[in-house]
């Protein structure tokens, strides 16, 4: 048996499966997102910690399995987070996540101690707000009192595997997340520690996402009800995590995931970098392979937005039904969905939400399939960047929460203009967890979505998509600086 864990931005799921990655038993446990000022991004560490507890507790009690019987256990998690140590363990502060954006001075100042073709050259992206990097360099510059008492910097995976273990360890998907560790060496940077006057002590130590990183301690596991020296492998990043559960590994495949934020992830044999910065390139979780990936910020926050912002009594079943109702193009109303400033193919950390077209006579139906399409807007976007690159994607899958849609699959496989396969089972990054750890994989196809025949007339309306973001950049930059 074994056990794979994702630490995702909305909850933590854990999955109990046998050998054959039979899912025996799953349990997500939610947690709050803090925004303490406009662009803040926060969780609290122990939320996290209290949610894996839960969930182990969870599937060994549904399922009925011993502890004793699982053999390994795998992690996942969001990337870039900043969970801050103290010298015995304890989080200094609420951990600073993927999608926050105070970090834009930190940024600009990393490019001026590096030059950008130097962070390219060394990290496969230029300086942005949502790494780690920059985060740290908050940290350092505006919390001092508590950065002097800064022993160790985990991401918020590895922070689960410090709970588990009392090993500081992470993998080489999510050390590239940092900007941090060098993008050949696959070892964290010495030059750029040194120019940010930064220990790399305080880092954990790498490994590849397959490896051992240490076992259940004898406090976890009484927490947990695992047993004390049950195996932990390094794991992944949560997109590169998801990779292995679609089956994504190999030059060729690619994916899209739409859970809180939209990722199109594709495997590489060698480092490709755009550079521009519009798209990311990282490690994989394969050994000897690098990914190319975008992220659209706020995807299905953009619909969690809608909801509850606005008290929508619909639930998201629902909601698509609404959309559904409305032609290609939602009666002439566009959606960007930077509400969270935005990372692909706009690295901006300025720009900002907009519904454009908007009038009396649009209904909550507009409103709703405006927001579906302008993440789908986004996701090709983001693939015209891939496309620009060189990079060849031959089968994309759509995986996530937004793959339960098949409106929004449909709009996919219009703009992409190629199939959009979804799973039979789709556990997202914990199953990729889980085969990490040791459990065996062969991915089954559910069903396949050809473009149709709106493709065509989905290609006016991201036209106009497009100029909107280069024709509003000095605006979101104005409202910026108010």
């Not at 510059?141 to 689960?160: G, Q």
């Not at 880092?203 to 259940?216: A, D, N």
């Not at 079943?317 to 969270?340: C, H, Q, R, T």
């Amino acid at each position: 048996m074994y056990i794979g864990i994702d630490v995702g931005t909305s909850g933590t799921k854990v999955i109990l499966t046998d050998a054959n990655t039979k899912v025996l038993a799953s349990h997500t446990s939610e947690y709050k997102l803090y925004s303490p000022q406009n662009g803040y991004a926060e969780q609290d560490a122990f939320d996290w910690r209290n949610a894996a507890f839960e969930g182990i507790c969870a599937v060994l009690s549904k399922s009925g399995v011993s502890g004793s019987d699982v053999s390994a256990v795998g992690l996942s998690g969001q990337m870039h987070g900043l969970v801050p140590l103290d010298a015995s363990g304890e989080p200094l502060c609420r951990a600073i996540i993927w999608c926050d954006q105070r970090t834009g001075a930190e940024a600009e100042a990393l490019t001026g101690i590096f030059g950008r073709a130097t962070l390219i050259e060394k990290t496969g992206n230029p300086a942005m707000t949502g790494f780690t990097a920059a985060k740290l360099l908050w940290f350092k510059n505006n919390e001092p009192s508590l950065f002097s008492k800064c022993r160790h910097v985990l991401l918020p995976k590895d922070y689960i595997r410090y709970c588990l273990t009392g090993d500081f360890a992470t993998d080489v998907s999510d050390a590239a997340g940092t900007q941090l560790m060098n993008i050949t060496t696959s070892d964290w940077d010495t030059e750029l520690f040194d120019g940010l006057a930064i220990s790399p002590e305080i880092l954990p130590r790498i490994y590849e996402s397959s490896e051992v990183t240490g076992v259940i301690s004898h406090s976890a596991a009484e927490r947990t009800g695992l047993k004390a020296g049950t195996p932990v492998v390094a794991g992944a990043a949560d997109n590169a995590s998801a990779a292995i559960g679609c089956g994504v590994v190999v030059e060729g495949k690619a994916f899209t995931t739409i859970g809180s934020s939209a990722v199109i992830y594709a495997v590489s044999n060698k480092p490709r970098i755009d550079g521009q910065g519009r798209i990311h390139t990282l490690r994989a979780s394969v050994s000897s392979k690098w990914t190319v990936m975008s992220c659209t910020q706020a995807a299905g926050l953009s619909l969690k937005w809608l909801r509850e912002t606005f008290g929508f009594t619909e639930n998201y079943a629902e909601m698509d039904k609404l959309a559904k109702k409305v032609p290609v193009g939602s009666d002439k109303l566009i959606y960007l969905p930077f509400l969270n400033g935005e990372r692909s193919p706009n690295p901006d950390p300025d720009a900002r939400g907009v519904f454009i077209g908007l009038t009396s006579a649009h209904t909550k139906a507009n409103i709703v399939r405006a927001v579906l399409e302008g993440v789908a807007f986004s996701q090709r976007a983001c693939l015209d960047v891939f496309r620009e690159m060189g990079v060849n994607i031959a089968d994309m899958i759509c995986t996530g929460g937004g793959a339960k849609s098949r409106l929004w699959i449909q709009m996919l496989a219009d703009l992409y203009n190629c199939p959009v396969s979804t799973l039979a089972s789709d556990e997202g990054a914990a199953m990729g967890a889980a085969i990490l750890a040791g459990a065996k994989f062969t991915p089954g196809i559910a069903e396949v979505t050809e473009p149709s025949s709106d493709a065509a007339r989905y290609e006016d309306f991201y036209g106009i998509y497009k100029t909107l973001y280069p024709t509003l950049k000095d605006t979101f930059g104005s409202l910026a600086k108010l």
